[in-house]
């Protein structure tokens, strides 16, 4: 389960811009549930400017498709809390941001339901030079731990990703 200890995330996320500064790699969001929690968490780091392009705040349901380009007609379908949907976000962040890397977020913080999923439901979507991933990160707790879990998870996801071998 994903920590939601602020302080570890906050660790982590100065790892995270360490290694895009490294790369010569940039990252933008499009968040849901953290409504740009996330991306806070990585300006919060001395030397972010160099590497976070921007990020969308797509917490209403019609928003994830004019802002983030989302397919209507998938997100009609899928749902705005789904694999599809975490992927579209990574990727349209991505792209209307103009950065390496998108990050997609997605699910329930809570304290109800959601479209029949129930708090602590993440899809995660990330972006990137390798191609679009999706997981579902184990979440919990009440509605601030949720939240924080999400951005600890999408950080550690993200900082996985650039360092493993397949990262260009």
Partial sequence: MATADPLVAATRATELVGALVERG?????????????????IAGVPGASAVLRGGLVVYATD??????????????????????TAAALAQGAAVRCGATWGVGLTGVAGPDDQDGHPPGTLFLGI????????????VGGDRWSIRLGAVAAAVSGLLARLTSDSAL
């Fill in 25 to 41: 790699q940039t990252v933008a969001t499009a968040e849901s549930l953290t409504a740009g929690l996330l991306s806070a968490t």
């Fill in 63 to 84: 928003l994830k498709a004019s802002l983030a380009g989302v397919d209507d007609d998938r997100l009609g379908l899928d749902g705005p809390v789904s694999e599809s």
């Fill in 127 to 138: 972006c990137g030079p390798d191609g679009t991933v999706v997981t579902c990160p184990a």
